[in-house]
């Protein structure tokens, strides 16, 4: 595999300064190693000369290593790109069943530790990993359903005179391909010329085939009204579009769709949205979307989404060229929001089974370190209940999870797809669905015209 020069250049100029930082490539003795990077597997056990190593190798299980040769695929009649383009990090992994925990030799004081976690193997697909991951006294926990998805994460330590140990502890197995440790005086450097070239590869694509790729014109914006003085103050806008209407990242509001008042109608028991636009100009910090009860809805079931941005090919087709759309309704905890960019927050509203038609309200608090605002909300309960139409059927394509189940090897990515497909199911009746069109497979038939169709559930 190819390295563009630029990074051959960051990665070998990092490794050479003084005090340089720990860059791990964990995967198989015969991969290829991201440049500036030391190959470890399995085997390498903790060696004081060294500086790294892991405490006991016994229980690591094995190393899985794939190559990134293109995938064809006619779908549609397109030839569809691979899976995933795979670097020397992402293209093997290390796996393991039981603990385990990488030493590593740094100076001491404050330091920060990076790793990378995941898998590009699709014999991979019905592993489920969950693990916990403890630098110091932090610990995270990871989950990453089959092949085709990374995780990254930070930890912030301490170096003392011992090894600083970085330990995994599985519930499943764990899966990890890099890891890096530097002092904290090298951060910025680190994080520019180091871990940004291996992310902007991992979470999109090499550089050279990324270059191919052209973004369309964004959608005209229209334009923009004047702000309130509150909104000027607090830096930023609240307005709010019906929900069929896409919203891209530099849509503007139009001037009545400012300071809204959301309405919206339901019958008892039904699922019904609304949503509220929130435009900054300048970063948001420490964001919090709070609501309160609404009549007979109460807050607890009241569900905070936020609409995120993708960049997608249009039509699913077309190759080397795409646009940056709405796409996934991600939930919201809190967090951050950017400049200078709309951020769509959509809320579901479950109407009890027996609420009192009538007209109620509410609201919704919009909270950050610049300020907040508050969006009334009114809801109409109609005095009637919906049926089912008996002569029309609504169903959906669907991937079912226990297809993973029969594949998967362990209790635990049994358990983990047999409690997703129950959930789904529930949530595909709560929500009016009552039909999915299914596939199933099976070897080709025998020599003597037999199907052999085996269903162990």
């Not at 019906?242 to 990242?249: D, I, K, R, S």
């Not at 929130?278 to 569900?303: C, F």
Request: charged share 25%; proline share 9%; with cysteine.
């Amino acid at each position: 595999m190819r390295i563009p020069a630029f990074l051959l250049i960051l990665a070998l100029s990092a490794a050479r300064l003084p005090g340089a930082p720990v860059l791990l490539d964990m995967g198989a003795d015969k991969s290829s190693v991201w440049p500036g990077f030391t190959r470890v597997t399995a085997k390498h056990a903790w060696n004081d000369a060294a500086g790294f190593g892991w405490e006991h190798t016994g229980g690591l299980g094995g190393v899985v290593q794939v190559y990134d040769a293109p995938v064809e695929n006619s779908s549609r009649g397109s030839m569809d790109p691979p899976p995933i383009w795979t670097n020397p990090i992402t293209e093997d992994a290390i796996l393991g069943e039981s603990e385990n925990t990488v030493r590593l030799r740094m100076p001491e004081g404050d330091c920060e530790v990076y790793l990378l976690c995941g898998t590009s193997d699709g014999r991979l697909r019905a592993q489920f990993f969950d693990f916990t991951v403890r630098v110091g006294a932090e610990e995270r926990r990871v989950r990453i359903e089959g092949a085709y998805q990374f995780r990254s994460l930070r930890f912030q330590a301490r170096a003392q005179a011992a090894p600083l140990e970085v330990r995994f502890t599985p519930r499943s197995k764990f899966v990890v391909c890099a890891l890096l440790a530097w002092r904290a005086e090298d951060a910025e450097r680190v994080a520019q010329e180091i871990i940004a070239p291996l992310e902007e590869w991992t979470f999109r694509m090499p550089p050279q085939e990324w270059a191919k790729w052209k973004e369309e014109p964004a959608p005209a914006t229209g334009p923009m009204p004047s702000w309130d003085e509150k909104a000027q103050q607090r830096k930023f806008a609240v307005w709010s579009r019906h929900y069929l209407e896409c919203v891209y990242p530099r849509t503007n509001p139009r001037a009545e769709e400012l300071n809204p008042r959301l309405r919206l109608f339901a019958s008892p028991g039904e699922h019904e949205p609304l949503n509220f636009i929130i435009r900054p100009a300048t970063a948001l910090h420490d964001v919090k979307v709070v609501v309160s009860d609404i009549g007979p809805v109460p807050a607890n079931q009241i569900e905070v989404r936020r609409v995120r941005y993708l960049r997608v090919r249009p039509n699913y087709t077309t190759m080397h060229r795409y646009r940056v759309a709405p796409d996934v309704l991600e939930r919201f905890t809190g967090g951050d929001l950017p400049a200078d960019e709309n951020t769509r927050f959509w809320l579901t509203l479950r109407v009890p089974e027996k609420a009192a038609p009538g007209l109620y309200t509410g609201r919704v608090v919009f909270r950050c370190a610049q300020g907040e605002a508050e969006v009334p909300v009114t809801l109409r309960i109609l005095p009637l209940a919906l049926r089912e139409d008996p002569a029309k059927l609504f169903g959906i394509y669907y991937y079912h999870p226990l297809d993973r189940l029969v594949e998967a090897k362990d209790d635990a990515s049994r358990e983990y797809w047999r409690k997703k497909a129950e959930l789904e199911h529930a949530d595909m009746v709560a929500h009016g669905t009552r039909n999915v069109v299914l596939s199933f497979w099976c070897p080709p038939a025998d020599k003597d015209g037999h199907f052999d169709l085996r269903w162990p559930l």
